[in-house]
Antibody, heavy 115, light 108 residues
Framework: QVQLQESGPRLVKASETLSLTCSVS????????WSWIRQSPGKGLQWIGY???????NSNPSLKSRVSISVDRSRNQFSLNLTSVTAADTAVYYC?????????WGQGTLVTVSS | EIVLTQAPATLSLSPGETATLSCTAS??????LAWYQQKPGQAPRLLIY???NRATGIPARFIGTGSGTDFTLTINSLEPEDFAVYYC???????????FGPGTKVDL
């Protein structure tokens, strides 16, 4: 059973870059989409973007200009960078896997953007 | 971009009753429609994928149906642990873009 675990700074200053890593307990080279999803406090879920095992990526049009996702297969990790953050980017960030639905989720990590 | 809407926003029911949750897509999503359950402080849990397939370990009282743009999650004989927020989610075929509905809260 694949397990996912998010890690990274819990506090990021406004205008800086939010960087998170998701560690995958089983190899990240399988035919899955590896996604990032976030949830602002008290709000719903927002898909941020994915990276496919081949390295191709896509992201939410509303965040596209600020999002980059990469994979490090040697470490069984994939990462999220979100640039120029504001208070609106304060959220619980989840990594998740699945091709059409998200079968596996990390526990999530709360990232707060401070001014 | 496909937009999902969910109704109602809140559903107030008692244990033993049946919950009927609706998810409507702005355009056809084919069979790539999923449902999740989320409890406070927890990550979402996949209940249903590909419209009507239950995920591993999901009880038979959770039933997903629908096609095209209109989908339903039915929860028969609500158990106390079923009171939570439920989200629907779709993935467009190409390029792959995922989106979630705003959620339905099932409470007592």
């Amino acid at each position: 059973q694949v397990q996912l675990q998010e890690s990274g700074p819990r506090l990021v200053k406004a205008s800086e870059t939010l960087s998170l890593t998701c560690s995958v307990s089983v190899g990240s080279g399988s035919s899955y989409y590896w996604s990032w999803i976030r949830q602002s406090p008290g709000k719903g879920l927002q898909w941020i973007g994915y990276i496919y095992y081949s390295g191709s990526t896509n992201s939410n049009p509303s965040l596209k200009s600020r999002v980059s996702i990469s994979v490090d297969r040697s470490r069984n990790q994939f990462s999220l960078n979100l640039t120029s953050v504001t208070a609106a980017d304060t959220a619980v960030y989840y990594c998740a896997s699945g091709q059409y639905a998200f079968h596996i989720w990390g526990q999530g990590t709360l990232v707060t953007v401070s001014s | 971009e496909i937009v999902l809407t969910q109704a109602p926003a809140t559903l107030s029911l008692s244990p033993g009753e049946t919950a009927t949750l609706s998810c409507t897509a702005s355009q056809s999503v084919g069979s790539y429609l999923a449902w999740y359950q989320q409890k406070p402080g927890q990550a979402p849990r996949l209940l249903i994928y590909d419209v009507g397939n239950r995920a591993t370990g999901i009880p038979a009282r959770f039933i997903g149906t629908g096609s095209g743009t209109d989908f339903t999650l039915t929860i028969n004989s609500l158990e106390p642990e079923d009171f939570a927020v439920y989200y629907c989610q779709q993935r467009s075929n190409w390029p792959p873009v995922f989106s979630f509905g705003p959620g339905t809260k099932v409470d007592l």
